[in-house]
Structures are given as structure tokens and as C-alpha cells.
């Protein structure tokens, strides 16, 4: 009984110290400046304001960076699967000498294990000699090359898993290499595929650097560059930071809760077999 008790007290535990920076950047975006300051610090504000709010709204048309970071994510996501799971299915499926099948997908993933800011100046230059440099087809661009190497490594393994009869059987009954791709394999595939596709989105959503070199103004800086603009020269508006934070953290979390479903079959895709 104590050993029972033990563990939810852990898992109470455990929650809580996951929830509580959440909860907290909550509770500071709904003070007042002297409140987020007091001593000692309150945790339920006495007198809760939305003026962090108003301001990133009216004044600084926080939708911008929103719409941005929604339409560059959306367009990664679709880019960056239609390839990857072309390319994954293709190192999974052909059989190439010398072993070649592993060693691309091993130089596929080695892309992703090189930080981000090796990469960045060359790509920074390319996408200015195409005048590409602070919009978001740059973005998008820059996004797809990143997340690619993930995509094309989760959907290969899902496709390893998905027996070759079934493909050539439908061949067999005159379907081409194509439609049974599409009509068998698709179908079969489209719980790893939304799981892919969930976690490219939330990458994308949460990318930082990249949009931070490559979007200079406005017109294509995406949701993290807005939260990061709270940090002024002079001062950091805690209370304008918070709020934005928790913008940025709402669509995420309920995107979450609506597709857990998808992603925990998505992942566990494989894992037993009949």
C-alpha cells in the first residue's frame, strides 16, 4: 500500500514540476508590473489585467507574426512530407549495391546531427543570391532542408515495416509501382505519417534560429522572433514576454490534446506484430 502511495506521490510530484513553468508564465502575463516584481512573489495575482495582451494586439499587431508562423509551418509540414516519404519509401523499397540503401539513409540523418548555426551562414547566402532572404518562401526553404532528414527517417521505417507482398500483389493485379504506393501503402503508412507530420509542425512552430537570421522585418518574422522582441535595449517587458509566450504555447497544446491519439498509434506503428 505505501509503495502504491509512493508512486502517485511521485507522479503528483513529477506533474506538478512539469506543469508549474506553465502555470507561472500564465499567472505573469495577467499582472501588473509591480506584481510580477513583488516580494515575496504571488502566485494568484490580486488584481489580474489583460493589458500584456492589449498591447501585443493593438499596438504591436502580434497577428502578423501569428499568420507567419502559421503559414510557414503548414507549408513546411506539406513540403517536407510529399518528399520525405517519397524519398524514405524509395530507400526502404530499392535495394541498391553496396549496401548503399544504409549508408544514404545514415548520411540523410547526419545532416541533423551538425548544429544549426554551422549551417546557417552558407544557407543565409544562398537564399540572398535568390533573393529569398526575409520572406517566407525563404523560411519555408530553409525549414524543409532541416526537418527532411527527420522525415525521411521516421517514414523509412515505417515503410520497413509494412510487408512488400501487399505492393506486389497489387502489382500483380496490374497496378503500376505508383498507384500501389498511393492506394496500398499510403493507407497502411498514414498513422506514421500524421505522427511525422505532428512533430516537422511542432519543430517548425518552435524553430528560433533560422527565422531569427533569415527574417528581418515583419513581413516573414514568425511567432518566436515576436516573443523575442520583448527584450528591448533598455528593458525586458516580462509582463508583454509572458503573454507572448503563452500565445505561442496555446495552438501547440491544443493541437496536442486533439492529435495524442494519432501520435501514440503513430509511434507504437510496428511495434506488434501479428
Same mark, same amino acid.
Given at each position: 500500500?505505501?509503495?502504491?502511495?509512493?508512486?502517485?506521490?511521485?507522479?503528483?510530484?513529477?506533474?506538478?514540476?512539469?506543469?508549474?513553468?506553465?502555470?507561472?508564465?500564465?499567472?505573469?502575463?495577467?499582472? /501588473? &508590473?509591480?506584481?510580477?516584481?513583488? $516580494?515575496?512573489? /504571488?502566485? @494568484?495575482?490580486?488584481? &489580474?489585467?489583460?493589458?500584456?495582451?492589449?498591447?501585443?494586439?493593438?499596438?504591436?499587431?502580434?497577428?502578423? /507574426?501569428?499568420?507567419?508562423?502559421?503559414?510557414?509551418? $503548414?507549408?513546411?509540414? *506539406?513540403?517536407?512530407?510529399?518528399?520525405?516519404?517519397?524519398?524514405?519509401?524509395?530507400?526502404? %523499397? !530499392?535495394?541498391?549495391?553496396?549496401?548503399?540503401?544504409?549508408?544514404?539513409?545514415?548520411?540523410? =540523418?547526419?545532416?541533423?546531427?551538425?548544429?544549426?548555426?554551422?549551417?546557417?551562414?552558407?544557407? !543565409?547566402?544562398?537564399?540572398?543570391?535568390?533573393?529569398? $532572404?526575409?520572406?517566407?518562401?525563404? =523560411?519555408? +526553404?530553409?525549414?524543409?532542408?532541416?526537418?527532411? &532528414?527527420?522525415?525521411?527517417?521516421?517514414? %523509412?521505417? !515505417?515503410?520497413?515495416?509494412?510487408?512488400?507482398?501487399?505492393?506486389?500483389?497489387?502489382?500483380?493485379?496490374?497496378?503500376?509501382?505508383?498507384?500501389?504506393?498511393?492506394? @496500398?501503402?499510403?493507407?497502411?503508412?498514414?498513422? #506514421?505519417?500524421?505522427?511525422?507530420?505532428?512533430?516537422?509542425?511542432?519543430?517548425?512552430?518552435?524553430?528560433?534560429?533560422?527565422?531569427?537570421?533569415?527574417?528581418?522585418?515583419?513581413?516573414?518574422?514568425? *511567432?518566436?522572433?515576436?516573443?523575442?522582441?520583448?527584450?528591448?535595449?533598455?528593458?525586458?517587458?516580462?509582463?508583454?514576454?509572458?503573454?507572448?509566450?503563452?500565445?505561442?504555447?496555446?495552438? +501547440?497544446? @491544443?493541437?496536442?490534446?486533439?492529435?495524442?491519439?494519432?501520435?501514440?498509434? #503513430?509511434?507504437?506503428?510496428?511495434?506488434?506484430?501479428?
Amino acid at each position: 500500500m505505501m509503495k502504491k502511495l509512493g508512486k502517485y506521490v511521485f507522479i503528483v510530484l513529477v506533474t506538478l514540476l512539469v506543469v508549474f513553468p506553465v502555470i507561472w508564465l500564465i499567472s505573469t502575463s495577467i499582472k /501588473y &508590473p509591480v506584481d510580477i516584481f513583488a $516580494v515575496p512573489p /504571488y502566485f @494568484i495575482p490580486p488584481h &489580474p489585467t489583460s493589458e500584456h495582451y492589449s498591447v501585443l494586439f493593438l499596438e504591436m499587431d502580434f497577428l502578423e /507574426y501569428i499568420r507567419n508562423s502559421v503559414i510557414v509551418s $503548414v507549408s513546411t509540414v *506539406l513540403v517536407a512530407i510529399v518528399v520525405g516519404t517519397l524519398a524514405a519509401y524509395s530507400l526502404a %523499397r !530499392f535495394k541498391l549495391p553496396h549496401n548503399l540503401n544504409t549508408h544514404l539513409s545514415f548520411w540523410v =540523418l547526419s545532416t541533423r546531427m551538425f548544429p544549426p548555426i554551422v549551417t546557417i551562414i552558407p544557407l !543565409f547566402s544562398m537564399l540572398r543570391a535568390v533573393n529569398l $532572404v526575409n520572406t517566407r518562401i525563404g =523560411l519555408v +526553404v530553409a525549414y524543409t532542408a532541416f526537418n527532411l &532528414p527527420f522525415v525521411v527517417w521516421m517514414m %523509412r521505417g !515505417f515503410f520497413a515495416e509494412i510487408p512488400k507482398d501487399l505492393e506486389e500483389a497489387a502489382m500483380v493485379d496490374g497496378y503500376s509501382r505508383m498507384a500501389a504506393f498511393w492506394s @496500398i501503402i499510403i493507407p497502411l503508412a498514414k498513422p #506514421g505519417i500524421i505522427a511525422t507530420a505532428i512533430f516537422t509542425l511542432i519543430m517548425s512552430w518552435n524553430e528560433f534560429l533560422f527565422a531569427l537570421i533569415l527574417s528581418q522585418t515583419r513581413v516573414a518574422a514568425t *511567432l518566436p522572433i515576436g516573443v523575442a522582441s520583448r527584450v528591448t535595449q533598455y528593458e525586458i517587458l516580462w509582463g508583454q514576454m509572458s503573454a507572448s509566450g503563452v500565445i505561442a504555447l496555446t495552438p +501547440v497544446l @491544443i493541437f496536442a490534446f486533439m492529435v495524442q491519439k494519432h501520435l501514440v498509434r #503513430g509511434m507504437s506503428m510496428g511495434a506488434i506484430k501479428g
